[in-house]
């Protein structure tokens, strides 16, 4: 199944073949897709792997079946897609969704929905859609698609089983593909070559690397301390702007893989900081790491908002003790 994406997304597509064979579909699949561009076509590609009576493995017309060229017409009633109304994802949007499907299948075995820009579903939709994700009905299939993952409720993320695709496109330009936690972090802050080459061989950059991993252990194991410490030196490191953001970003990146560490999926940054990662992993439950996440992202919006540098440290160091 999925063939067009059998060398470019292995994981999902040995997943698929699998969930297939034992015909064990999950009753939510989330797609972390780190703005792979043809996320779209994945989702609709395992929703027809599922629905077409061939199996068919391709997000393209099959052509043997009426309902994949229905799905392509958009007008395959098992099959709904959400996306943003407006700047987010409603709660009617969802109440529909839910009216339309509480009947069971007649066409088909399954009936499926996918969401697009799954962080956009305010509270209340988030809160509607996490109803229908906690009590499955038999037969019927989520897909979620975000690229901003962290941004959805742990709920949310708790009840799906995560498919990350690897966003290989970037490094088109790069004779192989990257190894070391710095060319994996250059790579995905550097979107050309030169800028590439250019991260790679910044020596200030790979001190403020080392400098966040080295910070995180500090106030998460030493927290009294931390504060009086760290916040010196922070702010020696990171004395602009653009900088803190890296600082944060890397704070960020951190977090996701320890999180990728605790659901037992490959870390996409910290590879050179296994110990690390797998330490703070242990010491923090998934609840803690996903409200970290959203302190960085709420520093990052504070320092959009010109907070003064020396206030948003302490802050987070502060709201990282109450978590
Ligand atoms: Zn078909």
Redesign the pocket.
């Known amino acids: 199944m999925l063939d067009e994406f059998k060398n470019s997304q292995k994981i999902i597509y040995q997943m698929m073949q699998n969930a297939a064979k034992n015909q064990r579909f999950s009753h939510a699949y989330l797609i972390d897709a780190n703005h792979y561009p043809l996320k779209s076509e994945i989702a609709i590609a395992i929703a027809?792997f599922i629905l077409?009576?061939?199996n068919?493995t391709n997000s393209k017309n099959?052509k043997?079946?009426t309902?994949?060229k229905r799905i392509d017409d958009g007008n395959f009633t098992e099959l709904k897609i959400i996306k943003p109304d407006g700047a987010w994802i409603k709660k009617e949007q969802l109440e529909e969704l839910q009216r339309q499907f509480s009947t069971k299948a007649i066409e088909t075995k399954y009936k499926i929905y996918i969401i697009h820009e799954a962080e956009k579903m305010n509270s209340s939709a988030a809160n509607s859609i996490l109803k229908f994700l906690e009590e499955p009905e038999p037969g019927i299939i989520a897909i979620l698609i975000t690229d901003n993952m962290y941004q959805l409720l742990d709920t949310i993320i708790s009840r799906c089983q995560i498919i990350s695709l690897s966003n290989s496109k970037n490094y088109s330009f790069l004779e192989m593909s990257p190894q070391t936690s710095l060319e994996k972090i250059s790579l995905f802050f550097a979107k050309t070559k030169e800028k590439y080459y250019e991260f790679i061989n910044d020596n200030e950059k790979i001190n403020q690397i080392n400098y966040v991993i080295k910070f995180l252990q500090e106030i998460e194991n030493n927290q009294e301390l931390a504060i009086l410490k760290e916040n010196k030196l922070w702010t020696s490191v990171f004395n602009e702007k653009n900088k803190i953001e890296f600082g944060l970003d890397i704070m960020m990146i951190t977090y996701k893989d320890i999180l990728n560490k605790k659901f037992g999926l490959p870390l996409d940054f910290m590879i050179d900081y296994q110990s690390v990662v797998e330490q703070l992993s242990n010491q923090n439950s998934v609840l803690q790491l996903c409200k970290k996440i959203e302190i960085i992202l709420e520093m990052k919006r504070r320092l959009k908002v010109n907070i003064n540098n020396n206030l948003l440290i302490d802050q987070l160091i502060l709201l990282f003790k109450e978590v």
């Open positions: 027809k077409c009576p061939n068919y099959c043997e079946c309902q994949c």
